[in-house]
């Protein structure tokens, strides 16, 4: 039997870094929105009746064999590690031939990772017939994923990979809570434009950057993530009512806070993306993830986005081909 999975990525509206623990609790409030997307990853699981494994990593180029599994954990390919961690965990008895594709560019900040992640969750718990609760894949993916990184992660990344849509997840002491918002799915196809700057992001080490000021009670980084909390609560109200046309501002005044953040948050790729961006009409541009590279979205009329893709080609960044979905 063979076991396919599929799970969106997602890009994100407001609220990006106070999913990560400890922030939400430093700055009560904290919520995010993302949004699902078509670029996805993918996982093909094929179990065998002896100890052989065969690895495939498509999109790397990278295959491998194995004669079991203790060989495979003690290899120290960096194209394993991600695949490592799962399978220390899940430690199956038996071999299999596992393939794994990510259509989301390296560091594009699209939470290509952790898609995977629930991609390979999904795809070890189907085979082993585990039961997991949202919240447990949730927070097993968040764990797994921190283990590869070495510094904290957040939780919103996983959610649209698991529960595909427009979603809103609320933070506090309880941990989080997630629902789906619905929302005009032809109106943000025609928005959207999803532009990879050339540059991979690297989010662990941007977040903690983030995170170890804050807890050591830096004030200016507590008033910076209290301006993004604000943002991502008018975010979270404007979707809620479908105020539609209140997006571009709130996208600004994310790209403005989060950078007032941290530098590393930006770029001269990214700021060079925007200037051409809104000289071609664009209504608003907002950084992927944590930034510092990768993607960015361009928000702007459907008359502007045909411009705005031919623009981006010419200046060498890479127009990606991306709607929301709702469903894997």
Same mark, same amino acid.
């Given at each position: 039997m063979k076991y396919s999975i599929k799970s969106p990525t997602r890009v994100d509206f407001a609220g990006g870094t106070l999913d990560c623990w400890p922030l939400y609790l430093l700055v009560p409030g904290c919520q995010t929105i993302n949004l699902s997307l078509s670029i996805s990853?993918?996982?093909?699981?094929?179990?065998?009746?002896?100890?052989?494994?065969?690895?495939?990593?498509?999109?790397?180029?990278?295959?491998?064999?194995?004669?079991?599994?203790?060989?495979?954990?003690?290899?120290?390919s960096p194209e394993l590690q991600l695949l490592q961690a799962h399978l220390a965990h899940f430690r199956p008895t038996l071999g299999f031939v596992l393939r794994t594709r990510s259509e989301s560019p390296v560091g594009g900040g699209l939470g290509g990772s952790s898609s995977l992640c629930i991609s390979l969750i999904k795809a070890f718990s189907s085979w082993l017939d585990l039961s997991l609760t949202a919240a447990e894949t949730v927070q097993l993916a968040a764990n797994l994923e921190a283990q590869v990184l070495r510094k904290p992660t957040g939780t919103q990344d996983y959610f649209p990979a698991l529960k595909p849509g427009l979603g809103l997840i609320e933070y506090g002491p309880w941990g989080f809570r997630h629902r789906l918002l619905p929302f005009p799915k032809d109106l943000f196809a025609e928005c959207m434009t999803l532009v990879y700057t050339g540059q991979p992001h690297h989010s662990g080490l941007n977040n903690w950057q983030v995170i170890k000021a804050a807890v050591e009670g830096e004030a200016r980084t507590l008033r910076c993530l209290e301006d993004l909390r604000t943002v991502a609560?008018?975010?979270?109200?404007?979707?809620?009512?479908?105020?539609?046309?209140?997006?571009?501002?709130?996208?600004?005044?994310?790209?403005?806070?989060?950078?007032?953040? *941290?530098?590393?948050?930006?770029? *001269?790729?990214?700021?060079?993306?925007?200037?051409?961006?809104?000289?071609?009409?664009?209504?608003?541009?907002?950084?992927?993830?944590?930034?510092?590279?990768? $993607?960015?979205?361009?928000?702007?009329?459907?008359?502007?986005?045909? *411009?705005?893709?031919?623009? $981006?080609?010419?200046?060498?960044?890479q127009p990606l081909a991306a709607s929301p979905v709702t469903s894997p």
């Open positions: 990853t993918f996982v093909e699981l094929e179990p065998r009746t002896d100890s052989q494994i065969r690895i495939e990593v498509v999109d790397l180029g990278f295959i491998r064999n194995f004669s079991h599994l203790d060989e495979l954990l003690a290899d120290t609560q008018e975010m979270g109200e404007a979707c809620v009512g479908g105020h539609w046309g209140r997006l571009p501002q709130l996208f600004d005044r994310e790209f403005e806070g989060r950078i007032a953040l *941290s530098e590393a948050f930006v770029s *001269s790729e990214i700021l060079r993306l925007k200037e051409l961006a809104l000289k071609q009409g664009a209504d608003a541009v907002k950084i992927c993830g944590a930034g510092g590279g990768g $993607c960015v979205m361009i928000w702007s009329s459907s008359l502007k986005k045909a *411009s705005l893709w031919e623009a $981006c080609q010419q200046e060498g960044f």
